[in-house]
């Protein structure tokens, strides 16, 4: 049996080329990916940045640490504290101390991100200066990098400013560099500072100081901006990377198995003489297993060498995408080949297993068959199996939505979930296609000319080559459905519940993390025509079960103004309730009861005892908290929440609120403006990685559609030559071929739709119960190019095959001899 496996490979190559292309690509890209997640876990210890040269470095307080049963429980704080005066003082005794400050800088023709800092600190990274000299007037800076030289003249959120030096970048920010006292003008907070003293005399002048530290050697890291962001970034690319190869792995195998059990049902007759021939059911079987185990080892061995040239164009991709840290590299390991190789044998073996079942069961009858009608598309184990998945769908979304509808909302169950629908009515395909084969070919069947009704009648006679077209293109659209549709639906969730919550006829917010001044506020206010609420960004921390400590958002507001200026959905209590002994909560609370106190931490780790004054539904998770800004310590005042007065016109208290914030480079936007705003499009991580799973699954569905279309067309010729005998011209037969392959994408378009449907009534339904009213987000423009795509792929390839075939004379192939 393996010579004659050989020998079918040889002469079957292309009947074959379908699942080899797939496996070697999947194991490419399962290789790639284990060669990621694996540099990412090794990846070196990330040292100091700003602080590199530094002798030490006292932080004050910027972690909440609460002890538990099991162990203690630690967050970072929405407003750290900035070192004791008492501590600062003893410092000074000890050597130089230099304090640090760190501020957002918005120049014209300058390049995002710009980060204002005292000239004192540059030293320290260390920056030296390339041209120029030092700052010594307030309106003087030195910049880093090249974008303007010194003499330049640059308009920036906090006034015109003159460059009179610069120094050369070093990769990890754009600074702007003040004098130090204007830098202590426009961020009079400083949360670190550096000492030039012995690590052990700063340690012990800073003993009893509670959540102070002393940073030395790689720990100043901790000191710069975002510390933990290259570690969250491959976080989120092993995510994103992970669920392209779960993809991977769910597609190749639905498609080489897809492939192999056509391949089957192309060759029964060749297995039928086989068995006539003397060869028994488990030689049958035997031979199957060899071909693609065969096929298997070859793809797999070019599925290796292919990943190992693809994983370092990938990493240089992620970071250029700003996916991946700037030093993020592939290093040398053997396991993800392994990995990679053994998964391709594997998904090989899996997809034969099923049409080597069926292949030993083809009788020496079949040799003699000659009607090209299925009679049997679906084996009773294939239906068993897909009405199991199929039920377990159903019955998961049910029960989540039971027992937990937020759950739904979570991306890591919608991106999962849609799975099993999919792949039930991937696997139960057979017995699904015919209606709507009947229903998109109704209307041509009944058009004048025999053309439509050869087509509806061939796609629906052929049930498992339609089958094998259509599940492909089903899987795609199901799956770009249901993922960019999630996203679309819960973002759209998201705005409807702000803009329903939101009474602000304007919204302005302030232009970095320093917040709004008190002059500019008070010049909000002053605006003729306009009630003014202005609120600040924090969080409120709560031990959960004893053992969890959450942080729950918080936005810090004067009852009084609030309640005028916002429409908040509570299920219980009353917005005036609230008051600097209170806090309004949401139901995801343990305690969630108007009167009950709750013990909590303020965002500055402070410690304090309130009573609920109101509740609120959960809502999409973003229902945070609201307490006073007496409860939210040093918290800047960052967005200010405006309503018209009765009578005020739009247009003139727009233009004061414009003029007043216009010194400290604030926005003036109307509630919708800042609706969509501050709910964008999807993050671009997510819509990345999202756009690369459909990426992969487009892919492989373009290798099905083409090896399933070739070899289809190519078992036809002979129904194609009778056509011809009967007086079809060539282009009439390679219009019905062209037309027959756009209705059978058409098929598994449709039904690709309505799976994404149910799955994104699921997660309405979940929306519905968390109290929140929207639409299900369609992404029809990603459906139709999806669909559109597979249609050219699909005519393209029956019709190239079958133009092929007609070039010879209709007696030939019809098997006609003088």
Partial sequence: MLSIALCTLRLRRAAFAGSFVALCLGVALIAVMGLALASSRDAPERGPERFAAAPVVVKGQDTLEVSTSIGDRVQKLAQPRAVPGAVVARLRDLGTVVEDRSFPVRAEGGPAGLVGHPWSTAAFAPYELAAGRAPEAADEVVVSGDWARPGTRVRTDGGMLRVVGTVAGLGFEDAVFYTDA?????????????VDADAAAVREAVRGSAGVRVLTGDARRYADADPDRGSEALTAMNAMFGTADGVTGFVSVFVVASTFAFTVAQRRREFGLLRTAGATPGQIRRMVVCEALVVGVLASAAGCVLGSHGA?????????????????????????????????????????????????????????????????ALTPGRLLFGAVLLLAAVMTLVLALVANPLDLLHRKNYVSRPMLLISAVALLTPVLVRPPVRLIAWLPARLPGAGGMLVRENAAAGVRRTAAVAAP??????????????????GGAEATEVRARTAADF????????????????????VSGAEVSASASSAVYVLE????????????????????????????GKVSDLDDDSVIVNEEWEKHTVGERVDVWLGDGTRKSLKIAAVMPIGTGDNGVYVTPRNAPAAPVDRVDVRLTDGADAATVAAGLRRAVGVSGGEVLTRDAWVRA???????????GFFLVLGIALLYTGISLVNTMVMATSGRVRELAVLRLVGATRWQVLRLVGAEALVVVMVGGLLGTLVAGFN?????????????????????????????????????????PAALSLRRGAVEPAGIRE
């Fill in 182 to 194: 204007r830098a202590a003008g426009l961020s009079p907070r400083s949360l670190q500072l550096v």
């Fill in 312 to 376: 370092p164009v990938l990493a240089r991709w992620a970071v250029d995408e700003g996916l991946a840290p700037r030093w993020f590299v592939i290093g040398d390991y053997i396991w993800p080949y392994h990995l990679a190789f053994w998964t391709g044998l594997f998904v090989a073996l899996c997809g034969v297993l099923a049409a080597s079942w069926r292949a030993g069961r083809t009788g020496p009858a079949e040799a003699l068959r000659e009607a090209s009608a299925d009679t049997r």
């Fill in 473 to 490: 293109v089903l899987v795609t659209v199901a799956l770009a459905g249901s993922l960019l549709g999630a996203t679309a639906t819960l």
């Fill in 507 to 526: 919204v302005v917010t302030a232009a970095g993390d320093a917040g709004f001044d008190t002059a500019t506020l008070k010049r909000l206010r002053a």
């Fill in 545 to 572: 079960d004893g053992v969890a400590l959450v942080r729950s958002d918080a936005r810090a507001a004067e009852p009084g103004p609030l309640a005028a200026t916002a429409r908040l959905p509570l299920a219980a």
């Fill in 678 to 688: 501050a709910y964008p499009e999807t993050g671009r991580t997510t819509r990345t």
């Fill in 760 to 800: 994104l009534l699921g997660m309405w339904g979940a929306l519905g119960l968390l109290s929140v009213r929207t639409s299900v987000e369609m992404p029809w423009a990603a459906l139709a190019a999806a669909l559109g795509a597979c249609a050219v792929l699909a005519v393209v390839s029956a019709v190239a």
